[in-house]
């Protein structure tokens, strides 16, 4: 099942963690250095609802912050 958003079709976005060792400048070290880069992915917050769609009642994945916006009809 894909992690995308049937409301607003928010998905996953690529990103880095980067890993820092050393202390700060402003905290009177000689400041951080880049030790690795690792690349990871930032994923929506899906929720898996019931919903009316098109007035039949569907199992859909739907991001939170579309659910708070009132996009979405619950189907009960």
Same mark, same amino acid.
């Given at each position: 099942?894909?992690?995308?958003?049937?409301?607003?079709?928010?998905? +996953?976005?690529?990103?880095?963690?980067?890993?820092?060792?050393?202390?700060?400048? $402003? /905290?009177?070290? @000689?400041?951080? &250095?880049?030790?690795?880069?690792?690349?990871?992915?930032?994923? +929506?917050?899906?929720?898996?609802?019931?919903?009316?769609?098109?007035?039949?009642? $569907? /199992?859909?994945? @739907?991001?939170? &912050?579309?659910?708070?916006?009132?996009?979405?009809?619950?189907?009960?």
């Amino acid at each position: 099942m894909s992690k995308i958003c049937a409301i607003c079709g928010k998905k +996953p976005v690529a990103g880095r963690t980067i890993v820092r060792r050393g202390m700060a400048k $402003k /905290k009177g070290g @000689v400041g951080q &250095k880049i030790t690795g880069i690792t690349p990871r992915r930032f994923l +929506p917050n899906l929720k898996t609802i019931h919903a009316l769609i098109n007035g039949v009642p $569907k /199992k859909v994945r @739907v991001c939170v &912050k579309c659910l708070k916006a009132g996009k979405v009809v619950k189907a009960v």
